[in-house]
């Protein structure tokens, strides 16, 4: 199987002498291509901190992180964030959209640096996916005229606009009800089973019982995994059991 990241010995620490905190503490991962995988863990335990580090967003202090092939630590700034805006689509908790500009301005943003294609071909791209998510129509209207969930949908609309290998998501859900949390999870699944593999930060077992393979981290260290197979929408409750259980015997 074809990896997209593997990350080898990561150690990331915040501050200096006394206030020297280590975040990351010797951390190997492998992501394959295609893959929805997802992380647990209390909060602080360095969940966001491992996703910033694999995406390269933040930088290390030792260990290496290899994304489809390339070291990132060999790439210039200019390389890693090409990399990351044609390679990597990335959904956060809360709306990262610019107050001034609609939901379609938002969505092409980054993609209009894109110098071989046109404006058209970025905008009817645009437009497809948001029919795609289910939110065709609000092109204009601009983020307070819009539900969290339509919202969501529209930050997974950027994240497709390059066709990534790989969505981060940092609590993608968890600022929505639960309804809506899980027509997210259902879009998300959706764009996993087309190819994208999917890193995922949840606390949410019902979140991770979807996933394929959660990594349970604890101050700084992934200390156990859960393997399940891919999701065909059959026996969730199960296998939400089967993570409630497990983060038990962890203590998370
Ligand atoms: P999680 O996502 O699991 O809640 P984080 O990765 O956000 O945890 O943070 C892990 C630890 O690192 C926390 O103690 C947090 O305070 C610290 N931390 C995270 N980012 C920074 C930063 N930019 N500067 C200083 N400390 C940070
Ligand atoms: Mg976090």
């Given at each position: 199987m074809k990896k997209i990241i593997i990350g080898e010995n990561i150690v990331k620490s915040f501050g200096v002498?006394?206030?020297?905190?280590?975040?990351?503490?010797?951390v190997s991962v492998c992501i394959n291509e295609g893959e929805f995988v997802s992380v647990m863990g209390p909060s602080g335990s360095g969940k966001s901190t491992l996703l910033y580090a694999l995406s390269g967003m933040d930088s290390i202090d030792s260990g290496q992180v290899f994304f489809d092939g390339k070291d990132l630590s060999a790439l210039s700034e200019k390389e890693l964030s090409d990399l990351r805006r044609t390679k990597m689509g990335f959904i956060f908790q809360q709306p990262t959209f610019l107050?001034?500009?609609?939901i379609l301005d938002n969505i092409i943003l980054p993609s209009m640096r894109n110098k071989r294609k046109s404006a058209k071909e970025i905008i009817d791209k645009a437009k497809k996916l948001m029919k795609k998510v289910g939110i065709a129509g609000l092109e204009k209207r601009d983020f307070t005229q819009v539900s969290g969930g339509q919202l969501q949908r529209a930050e997974i609309c950027r994240a497709l606009m390059s066709d990534p290998k790989i969505i981060f998501g940092d609590e993608p859900t968890g600022a929505l009800n639960s309804k809506s949390a899980q027509e997210i999870m259902d879009l998300i699944s959706d764009i996993n089973t087309e190819g994208t593999a999917v890193l995922l930060v949840t606390h949410d077992a019902k979140v991770a019982a979807r996933t394929e393979r959660i990594m349970f981290m604890l101050d700084g260290n992934i200390v156990s995994q859960l393997e399940l197979q891919k999701f065909n929408g059959a026996d969730l409750d199960g296998r939400i059991k089967k993570v409630t259980e497990k983060m038990q015997e962890i203590g998370i």
């Amino acid at each position: 199987m074809k990896k997209i990241i593997i990350g080898e010995n990561i150690v990331k620490s915040f501050g200096v002498g006394n206030e020297k905190q280590i975040v990351l503490d010797g951390v190997s991962v492998c992501i394959n291509e295609g893959e929805f995988v997802s992380v647990m863990g209390p909060s602080g335990s360095g969940k966001s901190t491992l996703l910033y580090a694999l995406s390269g967003m933040d930088s290390i202090d030792s260990g290496q992180v290899f994304f489809d092939g390339k070291d990132l630590s060999a790439l210039s700034e200019k390389e890693l964030s090409d990399l990351r805006r044609t390679k990597m689509g990335f959904i956060f908790q809360q709306p990262t959209f610019l107050k001034n500009l609609n939901i379609l301005d938002n969505i092409i943003l980054p993609s209009m640096r894109n110098k071989r294609k046109s404006a058209k071909e970025i905008i009817d791209k645009a437009k497809k996916l948001m029919k795609k998510v289910g939110i065709a129509g609000l092109e204009k209207r601009d983020f307070t005229q819009v539900s969290g969930g339509q919202l969501q949908r529209a930050e997974i609309c950027r994240a497709l606009m390059s066709d990534p290998k790989i969505i981060f998501g940092d609590e993608p859900t968890g600022a929505l009800n639960s309804k809506s949390a899980q027509e997210i999870m259902d879009l998300i699944s959706d764009i996993n089973t087309e190819g994208t593999a999917v890193l995922l930060v949840t606390h949410d077992a019902k979140v991770a019982a979807r996933t394929e393979r959660i990594m349970f981290m604890l101050d700084g260290n992934i200390v156990s995994q859960l393997e399940l197979q891919k999701f065909n929408g059959a026996d969730l409750d199960g296998r939400i059991k089967k993570v409630t259980e497990k983060m038990q015997e962890i203590g998370i």
